[in-house]
């Protein structure tokens, strides 16, 4: 991590293979918890300022897990359950990705449910970002703007 700093570049951490139901929230605490802290003190301890730790799938049950990491960035994927998620992970000064289900932005009409969603989700979050899960690749980059302005109220 030290010589990627040097360069000028950071580390960001993606295991989703370590969420579930990959691996049991008690399994994730017994053994990969542990492994994620000591890389999250490792890019810390470069300088690092934003640690990101990005578990996809429904981490719904491991997020104050997560956050004990040392992370400072994590995702709360779209089959994560935005409110309890939110509420493990409450006044610690994360960021948190909130992503959209794919399917739903592929889709060829941004609705107004969605956007309400969407909207009630990232307000959850003290830091959101909007994001996505991995798009199709056939999905128009039109669509994935028009969603970002709808959110926005733009």
Known sequence: ??????HGLEVAVF???ASPPNVSPAGYRGRVKAAHA??????SGTGQAVRPL????????IASDLAETGATYLVCDFPADAGKFAERVRGLGLSVRRNVNPAAVAAAVVSEDLVARVRGELERFGRP??????????????????LRDAVLGR
Do not use: K
């Open 38 to 43: 000591r890389l999250m003190s490792l890019l």
């Open 54 to 61: 990005i578990c996809g799938g429904d981490t719904t049950a």
């Open 15 to 17: 295991d989703s293979m």
């Open 1 to 6: 991590a030290g010589l990627l700093r040097g």
């Open 129 to 146: 970002i909007l994001g996505t899960g991995v798009l199709p690749y056939r999905t128009d980059p039109a669509r994935v703007r028009a």
